[in-house]
């Protein structure tokens, strides 16, 4: 019984259309659906994937337009790396990041994997690293970013925690990840990296210790949780029945409509939820046309007409590369 590495990141926006021409017309990443927060539907969910968000490419966002700024600090996921195919493409980006005036560092390298860390307008930590061209996501073909440097999905994620031993034996005694190198990454700081299955695309999770920081206080540029793959219900099942057993308190299965999740906080404060990879987002739209109205699980949708008065409509700017 092994978890199938990342299958998305969800952060916090209060810029809902500033978010939607970030991701769209600068990272190039497709809106592959744009639905309500299904415990608060006066939030947008908006979702950024492949050509059809596949498990393991989305990540996604809360839209809380009166949340104040993230404060980061221990006790949070501090950071998302996307991935790219190959040295060219850093360099390739490296350029349009600095062409669009976003903050990013040099390439670097950090436990052999070379990136650019970076931001997005509300101070969303965010990386994009080269993974060597392994199997992958498949970038929309209409993205304004040429498809060779797309990105492909998820690489790894950050966790800053206070205390590493605690959070590390959840993550190798019931998840099954490896703490494979550590790493001193400032003054009294150390990351620690955690593989599944020899690590490498979506299966990496780097771990800060910092001993003496302060909590940190979600907001807009934050993230919320951070979500694991498994491939059906039955093995999902399976896994919340493994949480129970090691005393964690992990909630029902509850369907999402397109895919199922379950949810738990391992200590050190972090959320973490499990979900299949399917049915996925081609359930109710049309391959095509994802993502271009506001699409509501069945449950929801005989409240549409309250729902969208409730929602600052959006606008997907000009899609399509130019060209
Ligand atoms: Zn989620």
Redesign the pocket.
Do not use: V
């Given at each position: 019984m092994k978890l199938h590495g990342l299958h998305?990141v969800?952060a916090v926006t209060s810029q809902a259309q500033a978010n939607v021409e970030f991701y769209t017309q600068v990272l190039g990443m497709r809106l592959v659906k744009k639905t309500v927060n299904q415990d608060d539907v006066s939030a947008y969910h908006l979702f950024y994937g492949d050509e059809m968000g596949r498990a393991g490419t989305e990540l996604?966002f809360f839209d809380w337009a009166h949340i104040g700024r993230n404060h980061s600090g221990v006790g949070a996921i501090s950071g998302a790396a996307l991935r790219v195919a190959g040295q060219e493409a850093l360099r390739w980006w490296a350029e349009r990041l600095t062409q669009h005036a976003v903050p990013h560092s040099d390439i670097v390298e950090f436990h052999g994997h070379a990136m650019i860390r970076f931001t997005d307008p509300e101070g969303q930590a965010l990386a994009l690293v080269d993974d060597a061209g392994a199997a992958g996501g498949i970038p929309w073909s209409r993205s304004p970013v040429p498809p060779a440097y797309g990105v492909r999905g998820l690489y790894a994620s950050t966790l800053t925690v206070s205390d590493l031993q605690r959070t590390g034996h959840v993550l190798t005694a019931v998840m099954g990840y490896e703490q494979t190198k550590t790493y001193a990454t400032g003054s009294g700081e150390r990351t620690a990296v955690f593989e599944l299955n020899g690590g490498g695309a979506g299966k990496e999770l780097y771990v800060v210790e910092q001993p003496a920081g302060r909590p940190a206080r979600l907001g807009a540029g934050g993230v919320h949780?951070i979500?694991f793959r498994v491939p059906d219900a039955d093995s999902q099942l399976a896994w919340r029945n493994r949480l129970a057993a090691a005393g964690l308190a992990v909630t029902e299965v509850i369907d999402r409509y397109y895919f199922k999740?379950i949810y738990f906080r391992i200590p050190g404060g972090v959320l973490f939820?499990i979900?299949t990879d399917g049915p996925g987002f081609t359930t109710d739209e049309e391959l095509e046309h994802l993502g271009e109205r506001l699409a509501l699980p069945p449950f929801l949708e005989p409240y549409r007409a309250q729902i969208e008065a409730g929602l600052t409509p959006l606008s997907q700017g000009s899609a399509g590369r130019t060209g």
């Open positions: 998305h969800t996604t949780h979500a999740s939820e979900a």
